[in-house]
């Protein structure tokens, strides 16, 4: 199965911050990743997918990117809404694969 | 706009067997996939398996193949997933997820999993 690590596993940051979070994957998976947002109770939402697209609705402060095996996930300017845990996911494969999650906390 | 139901909260003797449904209302699977998700307490996303069309038959992870099928109905409008043997370790929140090509401005259709169920409880307990 194709591997997908995180970093940072938790983060505290400022209303305001510019934030990344990083994905690698185990081997290549050309653009093939997605990232969820998911808060506490709630089911995960979709953000970004193909490495770099913003799903429909979602703010302009959210951008991805990357190729290969190392993809970011970038939050330009944090808002109160943003603290949550966000998951990296390869769709290369037909095995799909989350990353362990990073949760981001308020400062 | 589709959105997917899932039933409601189990609990189950270990080694037993619990059977999720997942009911797309407004519209149906035929043209996506279904994947389903659990989340043990406090832990993050795991993948469990689905059916995604271009790939035909479903895919499973690994550490769940020998113990979980995952259908769809003939309408195409409700997914199941049964999960047998059940453990403790079992004991999380569980996800359908509608699997969807998503096409990005230079015209690469990617997967990803866009309408979520509202996840359904399963508890394993002597």
């Known amino acids: 199965d194709i591997q997908m690590t995180q970093s940072p596993s938790s983060l505290s940051a400022s209303v305001g911050d510019r934030v990344t979070i990083t994905c690698r994957a185990s081997?290549?998976?050309?653009?093939?990743v997605n990232w969820y947002q998911q808060k506490p109770g709630n089911a995960p939402t979709l953000l970004i997918y193909g490495a770099s697209s913003l799903q429909s609705g979602v703010p302009s402060r959210f951008s991805g990117s990357g190729s290969g095996t190392d993809f970011t996930l970038t939050i330009s300017s944090l808002q109160r809404e943003d603290f949550a845990t966000y998951y990296c996911?390869?769709?290369?494969?037909?095995?799909?694969?989350f990353g362990q999650g990073t949760k981001l906390a308020i400062k | 706009q589709v959105q997917l139901v899932q039933s409601g909260p189990e609990v189950k003797k270990p080694g037993s067997s619990v059977k999720v449904s997942c009911k797309a209302s407004g519209g149906t699977f035929s043209n996506y996939g279904v994947t389903w998700v659990r989340q043990a307490p406090g832990q993050g996303l795991e993948w469990m398996g689905g059916?995604?069309?271009?790939?035909?038959?479903?895919s499973y992870a690994q550490r769940f193949r020998d113990r979980v099928s995952i259908t769809t109905d003939e309408s195409s409008t409700t997914a199941h997933m049964v999960l047998s043997s059940l453990r403790s370790e079992d004991t999380a929140v569980y996800y359908c997820?509608?699997?969807?090509?998503?096409?990005?401005?230079?015209?690469?259709?990617?997967?990803?999993?866009?309408?979520w169920g509202q996840g359904t409880t399963v508890t394993v307990a002597s």
């Open positions: 996911q390869q769709s290369y494969s037909t095995l799909y694969t």
């Open positions: 081997q290549h998976i050309n653009s093939y």
């Open positions: 059916v995604i069309p271009i790939f035909g038959s479903p």
């Open positions: 997820a509608r699997v969807a090509p998503a096409v990005t401005a230079g015209g690469s259709y990617y997967y990803a999993m866009d309408v």
